[in-house]
Protein backbone atom coordinates (compact mmCIF):
# COMPACT_ATOMS: atom_id res chain seq x y z
CA UNK A 1 0.00 0.00 0.00
CA UNK A 2 1.23 3.51 -0.64
CA UNK A 3 2.37 6.18 2.20
CA UNK A 4 -0.22 8.47 0.59
CA UNK A 5 -3.23 6.03 0.83
CA UNK A 6 -2.52 4.70 4.14
CA UNK A 7 -1.86 8.45 5.94
CA UNK A 8 -5.19 9.12 4.18
CA UNK A 9 -7.02 5.63 5.39
CA UNK A 10 -5.67 6.40 9.25
CA UNK A 11 -7.02 9.66 8.76
CA UNK A 12 -10.78 8.25 7.65
CA UNK A 13 -10.70 5.87 10.66
CA UNK A 14 -9.80 8.66 13.18
CA UNK A 15 -12.27 11.02 11.59
CA UNK A 16 -14.99 7.94 12.60
CA UNK A 17 -13.62 6.99 15.70
CA UNK A 18 -14.83 9.84 18.08
CA UNK A 19 -18.71 10.17 15.89
CA UNK A 20 -18.89 6.28 16.57
CA UNK A 21 -18.00 7.13 20.67
CA UNK A 22 -20.10 9.86 20.89
CA UNK A 23 -23.10 8.27 19.44
CA UNK A 24 -22.92 5.61 22.32
CA UNK A 25 -22.67 8.23 25.01
CA UNK A 26 -25.67 10.01 24.12
CA UNK A 27 -28.62 8.90 26.56
CA UNK A 28 -31.06 6.96 24.97
CA UNK A 29 -34.36 9.60 24.40
CA UNK A 30 -37.78 8.49 24.72
CA UNK A 31 -40.02 9.59 21.57
CA UNK A 32 -43.42 10.56 20.64
CA UNK A 33 -44.71 9.48 17.49
CA UNK A 34 -47.30 12.27 16.52
CA UNK A 35 -49.93 10.95 14.45
CA UNK A 36 -51.54 13.89 12.76
CA UNK A 37 -54.90 13.82 9.73
CA UNK A 38 -54.03 17.41 8.25
CA UNK A 39 -51.15 18.90 8.40
CA UNK A 40 -48.42 21.02 9.95
CA UNK A 41 -49.67 23.92 8.32
CA UNK A 42 -53.66 23.91 9.46
CA UNK A 43 -53.04 21.95 12.45
CA UNK A 44 -50.31 24.73 14.03
CA UNK A 45 -52.21 26.14 16.88
CA UNK A 46 -53.12 22.59 18.51
CA UNK A 47 -50.04 21.04 17.62
CA UNK A 48 -48.23 24.31 19.60
CA UNK A 49 -50.66 23.61 22.76
CA UNK A 50 -49.94 20.14 22.46
CA UNK A 51 -45.98 20.67 22.83
CA UNK A 52 -46.63 23.27 25.30
CA UNK A 53 -48.04 20.30 27.32
CA UNK A 54 -45.66 17.54 26.58
CA UNK A 55 -42.97 20.73 28.28
CA UNK A 56 -45.12 21.45 31.45
CA UNK A 57 -43.84 18.08 32.40
CA UNK A 58 -40.55 18.87 32.30
CA UNK A 59 -39.61 17.47 29.13
CA UNK A 60 -37.70 19.94 26.27
CA UNK A 61 -37.90 18.62 22.65
CA UNK A 62 -34.10 17.85 21.56
CA UNK A 63 -32.70 17.13 24.89
CA UNK A 64 -35.32 15.28 27.11
CA UNK A 65 -37.54 13.71 24.18
CA UNK A 66 -37.95 13.52 20.41
CA UNK A 67 -40.81 13.75 18.74
CA UNK A 68 -41.40 11.89 15.61
CA UNK A 69 -44.25 13.57 13.26
CA UNK A 70 -46.28 11.79 10.41
CA UNK A 71 -48.95 13.60 8.60
CA UNK A 72 -51.63 12.21 6.43
CA UNK A 73 -52.82 15.53 4.12
CA UNK A 74 -56.38 15.23 5.04
CA UNK A 75 -55.89 11.00 3.12
CA UNK A 76 -57.60 8.89 6.12
CA UNK A 77 -56.33 5.93 4.04
CA UNK A 78 -52.83 6.97 4.73
CA UNK A 79 -53.13 6.68 8.54
CA UNK A 80 -52.53 3.26 9.12
CA UNK A 81 -49.08 2.99 7.15
CA UNK A 82 -48.21 6.05 8.80
CA UNK A 83 -49.36 4.20 12.39
CA UNK A 84 -47.57 1.54 10.77
CA UNK A 85 -44.30 3.28 10.34
CA UNK A 86 -44.19 5.11 13.98
CA UNK A 87 -44.21 1.37 15.11
CA UNK A 88 -41.50 0.07 13.34
CA UNK A 89 -39.29 3.00 14.27
CA UNK A 90 -39.44 1.89 18.28
CA UNK A 91 -41.59 5.02 19.35
CA UNK A 92 -41.45 5.58 23.36
CA UNK A 93 -45.55 6.42 22.87
CA UNK A 94 -48.27 7.69 19.53
CA UNK A 95 -50.03 10.90 20.34
CA UNK A 96 -53.22 10.61 17.90
CA UNK A 97 -54.50 13.03 17.13
CA UNK A 98 -58.03 11.92 15.77
CA UNK A 99 -59.80 9.07 16.10
CA UNK A 100 -59.45 7.86 13.08
CA UNK A 101 -55.88 8.05 13.68
CA UNK A 102 -56.29 6.19 17.31
CA UNK A 103 -57.65 3.54 15.76
CA UNK A 104 -55.11 3.47 13.02
CA UNK A 105 -52.47 2.85 15.92
CA UNK A 106 -54.64 0.66 17.90
CA UNK A 107 -54.70 -1.68 14.97
CA UNK A 108 -50.69 -1.55 14.72
CA UNK A 109 -49.85 -2.29 18.38
CA UNK A 110 -51.01 -3.30 21.63
CA UNK A 111 -47.96 -2.64 23.66
CA UNK A 112 -46.94 1.06 22.93
CA UNK A 113 -49.49 3.79 24.78
CA UNK A 114 -51.53 5.79 22.94
CA UNK A 115 -52.87 9.39 23.62
CA UNK A 116 -55.65 10.23 21.68
CA UNK A 117 -58.14 13.45 21.59
CA UNK A 118 -61.55 12.65 20.56
CA UNK A 119 -64.83 14.64 20.37
CA UNK A 120 -66.97 11.88 20.55
CA UNK A 121 -67.48 9.39 23.11
CA UNK A 122 -64.28 7.07 22.77
CA UNK A 123 -66.72 3.97 24.88
CA UNK A 124 -69.18 4.02 22.33
CA UNK A 125 -66.60 4.23 18.96
CA UNK A 126 -64.68 1.42 20.14
CA UNK A 127 -61.71 3.41 21.26
CA UNK A 128 -61.74 2.01 25.38
CA UNK A 129 -63.53 -0.33 27.27
CA UNK A 130 -64.47 2.46 29.80
CA UNK A 131 -63.95 6.07 30.95
CA UNK A 132 -62.68 5.25 34.34
CA UNK A 133 -60.45 2.29 33.71
CA UNK A 134 -59.80 1.99 30.12
CA UNK A 135 -58.23 -1.41 29.23
CA UNK A 136 -55.71 -1.77 26.53
CA UNK A 137 -52.50 0.57 25.44
CA UNK A 138 -55.06 3.79 24.56
CA UNK A 139 -56.19 7.01 26.81
CA UNK A 140 -56.77 10.64 26.55
CA UNK A 141 -58.68 13.40 26.07
CA UNK A 142 -62.77 12.94 25.48
CA UNK A 143 -64.15 17.04 24.77
CA UNK A 144 -67.51 15.57 24.85
CA UNK A 145 -67.92 17.42 21.17
CA UNK A 146 -70.38 15.07 19.11
CA UNK A 147 -72.44 15.10 22.52
CA UNK A 148 -73.61 18.64 21.64
CA UNK A 149 -74.97 18.69 18.43
CA UNK A 150 -78.66 17.98 19.37
CA UNK A 151 -77.66 21.26 21.87
CA UNK A 152 -76.05 22.78 18.47
CA UNK A 153 -79.52 22.28 16.71
CA UNK A 154 -81.47 23.89 19.64
CA UNK A 155 -79.59 26.98 19.28
CA UNK A 156 -79.40 27.62 15.54
CA UNK A 157 -83.03 26.96 15.90
CA UNK A 158 -83.56 29.88 18.32
CA UNK A 159 -81.26 31.90 16.16
CA UNK A 160 -83.07 31.30 12.91
CA UNK A 161 -86.52 30.67 14.14
CA UNK A 162 -88.28 31.15 10.76
CA UNK A 163 -85.84 28.60 9.37
CA UNK A 164 -87.92 25.61 7.46
CA UNK A 165 -85.05 23.17 7.02
CA UNK A 166 -82.10 23.72 8.89
CA UNK A 167 -79.25 21.30 6.47
CA UNK A 168 -76.69 19.19 8.34
CA UNK A 169 -73.45 18.28 6.67
CA UNK A 170 -71.96 15.33 7.79
CA UNK A 171 -68.42 13.73 7.16
CA UNK A 172 -69.71 9.83 6.30
CA UNK A 173 -65.76 9.12 7.36
CA UNK A 174 -65.76 10.28 10.56
CA UNK A 175 -66.47 7.22 13.53
CA UNK A 176 -68.44 9.29 15.91
CA UNK A 177 -71.23 10.29 12.15
CA UNK A 178 -73.89 6.61 12.39
CA UNK A 179 -74.26 8.20 16.08
CA UNK A 180 -74.62 12.06 15.02
CA UNK A 181 -77.12 10.22 11.90
CA UNK A 182 -78.70 8.29 15.15
CA UNK A 183 -78.97 11.55 17.77
CA UNK A 184 -79.80 14.92 15.51
CA UNK A 185 -82.86 13.78 13.52
CA UNK A 186 -84.73 12.71 17.28
CA UNK A 187 -83.30 16.36 18.65
CA UNK A 188 -84.78 17.67 15.60
CA UNK A 189 -88.44 15.74 16.37
CA UNK A 190 -88.59 17.40 19.45
CA UNK A 191 -88.21 20.91 18.80
CA UNK A 192 -90.86 20.34 15.38
CA UNK A 193 -87.70 21.10 13.33
CA UNK A 194 -87.38 19.78 9.35
CA UNK A 195 -83.66 18.71 8.65
CA UNK A 196 -81.85 17.60 5.52
CA UNK A 197 -78.63 15.60 5.78
CA UNK A 198 -75.61 16.51 3.25
CA UNK A 199 -72.50 14.16 3.22
CA UNK A 200 -69.17 15.92 2.65
CA UNK A 201 -66.10 13.30 2.94
CA UNK A 202 -64.13 15.61 1.13
CA UNK A 203 -63.15 19.04 -0.49
CA UNK A 204 -65.25 18.68 -3.34
CA UNK A 205 -67.84 17.62 -1.60
CA UNK A 206 -67.91 20.15 1.10
CA UNK A 207 -68.40 22.72 -1.94
CA UNK A 208 -71.12 20.11 -3.63
CA UNK A 209 -73.12 20.20 -0.02
CA UNK A 210 -72.97 23.84 0.00
CA UNK A 211 -74.70 24.03 -3.23
CA UNK A 212 -77.07 21.79 -2.95
CA UNK A 213 -78.71 23.94 -0.11
CA UNK A 214 -80.85 25.91 -2.78
CA UNK A 215 -82.32 22.81 -4.63
CA UNK A 216 -82.76 21.13 -0.63
CA UNK A 217 -84.46 24.62 0.50
CA UNK A 218 -81.84 24.72 3.53
CA UNK A 219 -82.15 28.41 5.28
CA UNK A 220 -79.69 27.64 8.19
CA UNK A 221 -76.61 25.02 8.44
CA UNK A 222 -75.31 22.61 11.41
CA UNK A 223 -72.25 21.80 10.53
CA UNK A 224 -71.52 18.45 12.76
CA UNK A 225 -68.44 17.93 13.98
CA UNK A 226 -65.49 16.38 12.24
CA UNK A 227 -61.86 16.82 12.57
CA UNK A 228 -61.95 16.76 9.17
CA UNK A 229 -64.07 19.86 8.60
CA UNK A 230 -61.59 22.37 11.26
CA UNK A 231 -58.64 22.89 8.37
CA UNK A 232 -61.60 23.63 5.76
CA UNK A 233 -62.94 26.12 8.74
CA UNK A 234 -62.33 28.71 6.18
CA UNK A 235 -63.55 27.38 3.20
CA UNK A 236 -66.95 26.55 5.19
CA UNK A 237 -67.44 30.27 5.96
CA UNK A 238 -66.56 31.36 2.80
CA UNK A 239 -69.17 29.16 1.40
CA UNK A 240 -71.60 29.92 3.98
CA UNK A 241 -71.46 33.42 3.50
CA UNK A 242 -71.28 33.14 -0.58
CA UNK A 243 -74.62 30.50 -0.15
CA UNK A 244 -76.17 33.54 1.97
CA UNK A 245 -76.73 30.76 4.69
CA UNK A 246 -76.39 31.18 8.46
CA UNK A 247 -74.71 27.90 10.31
CA UNK A 248 -73.40 26.73 13.92
CA UNK A 249 -70.14 25.31 13.97
CA UNK A 250 -68.32 22.80 17.02
CA UNK A 251 -65.42 25.07 17.49
CA UNK A 252 -64.76 28.70 18.12
CA UNK A 253 -62.18 28.41 15.31
CA UNK A 254 -64.75 28.60 12.88
CA UNK A 255 -66.41 31.76 14.43
CA UNK A 256 -63.35 33.25 14.57
CA UNK A 257 -62.73 33.33 10.78
CA UNK A 258 -66.10 34.69 10.48
CA UNK A 259 -68.82 32.51 11.49
CA UNK A 260 -71.96 33.31 12.49
CA UNK A 261 -71.69 31.17 16.13
CA UNK A 262 -70.26 27.96 17.65
CA UNK A 263 -70.60 26.23 20.68
CA UNK A 264 -67.95 24.01 22.01
CA UNK A 265 -64.76 23.30 24.16
CA UNK A 266 -61.81 24.82 24.26
CA UNK A 267 -59.57 23.11 21.02
CA UNK A 268 -56.12 24.18 21.87
CA UNK A 269 -56.41 23.10 25.57
CA UNK A 270 -57.55 19.70 25.04
CA UNK A 271 -54.49 19.05 23.14
CA UNK A 272 -52.71 20.64 25.71
CA UNK A 273 -54.00 18.03 27.83
CA UNK A 274 -52.91 15.76 25.78
CA UNK A 275 -49.36 16.57 25.85
CA UNK A 276 -49.24 16.16 29.74
CA UNK A 277 -50.61 13.02 29.21
CA UNK A 278 -48.27 11.97 26.64
CA UNK A 279 -45.65 13.52 29.11
CA UNK A 280 -46.70 11.63 31.93
CA UNK A 281 -46.72 7.97 30.63
CA UNK A 282 -43.24 9.36 29.24
CA UNK A 283 -42.40 9.01 32.78
CA UNK A 284 -44.09 5.68 33.60
CA UNK A 285 -47.83 6.69 34.66
CA UNK A 286 -50.56 4.62 34.11
CA UNK A 287 -53.14 6.94 33.13
CA UNK A 288 -57.33 6.49 32.43
CA UNK A 289 -59.18 8.54 30.11
CA UNK A 290 -60.60 11.29 31.76
CA UNK A 291 -63.08 14.38 30.03
CA UNK A 292 -61.61 17.54 29.27
CA UNK A 293 -62.52 20.02 32.05
CA UNK A 294 -63.11 22.98 29.65
CA UNK A 295 -66.93 24.12 29.46
CA UNK A 296 -68.37 24.49 26.38
CA UNK A 297 -68.47 28.09 25.07
CA UNK A 298 -70.74 29.67 22.42
CA UNK A 299 -68.81 32.17 20.37
CA UNK A 300 -70.21 34.72 17.57
Known amino acids: ?49 FQQGVSELGFVEGRTVTTLYSWAHGQFDFLPSLASDLVRKGVTAIAASTPAAGFAAKKMTSTIPIVFVTGDDPVQLGLVTSLNRPDGNATGIYMLTAALESKRL ?40 RIVILKAGSERDVEAAFA ?24 MVALASRHRVPAIYFFRDFAAAGGLMSYGTDLPDAYRQAGRYAGRILKGESLQTCPSSNRPRLSS
Open 212 to 235: STAAERVEALLIASSPFYLPLREQ
Open 154 to 193: ELLHEVVSNAATIGIIVDPNYPGTERQLRELPKAASSIGQ
Open 1 to 49: MRRREFIALIGSAAANCPLAAGAQQQPHLPVIGFLGLSSPEAFSRELAA
